[in-house]
C-alpha cells in the first residue's frame, strides 16, 4: 500500500530533524565533529576532536526527532557513568546542552569490539582465554554493580579490545538494582508488553532483568558466542544444543549452566568472581 501525502511528509521532516552533523560542526565552541559513527533508535555517536585538549573524544547526542524521551536516556546514561566509574568503561568527560540539543561527551576508545575480532578478523579463543576474558570482564561489572547498577546489555558489540583489555561500553540500557522504570522509558528501551516472544525474546529478557544476574547471564551468552568463533559443524549436522557441539570441560560446563540458568547462584559478583578464579586455577593444573 502507497504511504499517504501525510505519512511520506512525517518521515521526512523525521529524517531532517535526525540528518547527521557533518564533519567540521563544532558544538559548545569546542567539539568540532570528525565523523559519523552511528545513530541508534534515540541517540547518535560521533568522533570529535576536543579543541581544549586536543584529544580524541565521543560525542553522543540525542535524536532531535525523539524529543524529550531521547533526552531523559541521554541524561540517565551520563549519571550513570559517573557513578560507575571504572578504567574499562569510557570516562564521562562533559555534558553539553544548547536548547533541545544535549549531548554527553565521553572518552573515545581505540580498538575494535568482539563483533568485529570474531566475524572480520576470524579471531578465535581457547577455553582458558575466553574464562580469562570473562574475568577481566567482571572488573567494571563489580564496580559497577557496587555503585548500586547493572549493565544490561553485556554483548559482543559493546566490548571493546584495547590495549590488551576488553572496555565494556554503552551504558544506554543500564539502570538501578532492582529499578522499575516509568512506561515511557520501557516502551522507548523495548520493554513494553507484548514485545518480547521466542528465543530471542526470551534472551532480552533475562538480559533486561534490574539485577546483577542479568549481567552474569549477559558474561555467560558472550562466553558462547567466543566458544563458537572456534566451531565447525559437520557437513548436514542437525542443531544441537552448546552443551552438545561444544567441546568444554566439565568444571567448565557447570559453572556456564549457573551463568545462564540461575539467578541466585551467587550472593555476588565477587562471589561469581571467585568461583570463576578457582575454575582457571583447576584448569592451570590439568594442563
Known amino acids: 500500500m502507497r504511504k499517504s501525502l501525510k505519512a511520506r511528509l512525517a518521515e521526512f521532516v523525521t529524517e531532517f530533524k535526525d540528518y ?3 564533519p567540521g560542526k563544532t558544538l559548545g565552541k569546542r567539539y568540532v565533529v570528525e565523523r559519523f559513527l552511528g545513530m541508534g533508535s534515540y541517540g547518535q555517536a560521533y568522533a570529535c576532536r576536543d579543541l581544549a585538549s586536543g584529544g580524541a573524544v565521543l560525542l553522543k547526542r540525542n535524536k532531535p526527532s525523539k524529543g524529550n524521551t531521547g533526552i531523559q536516556l541521554l541524561r540517565r546514561e551520563y549519571r550513570i557513568m559517573q557513578a560507575a566509574g571504572h578504567p574499562q568503561m569510557p570516562k564521562p568527560f562533559d555534558y553539553y546542552t544548547d536548547g533541545k540539543q544535549e549531548a554527553l561527551i565521553m572518552e573515545y576508545i581505540e580498538g575494535y569490539n568482539l563483533e568485529y575480532a570474531i566475524y572480520e578478523r576470524n579471531q578465535t ?4 582465554e575466553g574464562l580469562s576474558l570473562l574475568k577481566q570482564l567482571m572488573q567494571p561489572l563489580k564496580q559497577l554493580h557496587a555503585a548500586g547498577y547493572v549493565h544490561r546489555d553485556v554483548r559482543i558489540p559493546n566490548v571493546i579490545l584495547s590495549e590488551g583489555l576488553p572496555h565494556l561500553i554503552d551504558l544506554g540500557l543500564s539502570c538501578a538494582v532492582g529499578e522499575e522504570l516509568p512506561e515511557e522509558l520501557r516502551k522507548a528501551l523495548g520493554e513494553g508488553s507484548g514485545l518480547l516472544a521466542g528465543s530471542a525474546g526470551a534472551i532480552k529478557h533475562r538480559m533486561r532483568n534490574p539485577h546483577p544476574s542479568s549481567d552474569w547471564f549477559g558474561l555467560g ?6 566458544m563458537y568463533a572456534g566451531y565447525e559443524a559437520e557437513e548436514n549436522q542437525e542443531e544441537r544444543s552448546w552443551e552438545e557441539e561444544l567441546a568444554l570441560p566439565e568444571e567448565v560446563r557447570l559453572f556456564l549452566r549457573k551463568l545462564l540458568n540461575d ?3 551467587w550472593p555476588s559478583t565477587e562471589a561469581c568472581e571467585r568461583e ?3 575454575l582457571i586455577d583447576v584448569l592451570c593444573e590439568e594442563t
Not at 221 to 226: A, D, M
Open 20 to 22: 547527521p552533523l557533518q
Open 125 to 128: 579463543f581457547s577455553v582458558r
Open 276 to 278: 570463576l578464579d578457582e
Open 263 to 265: 539467578d541466585s547462584a
Open 221 to 226: 551468552h558472550l562466553y558462547l558466542f567466543i
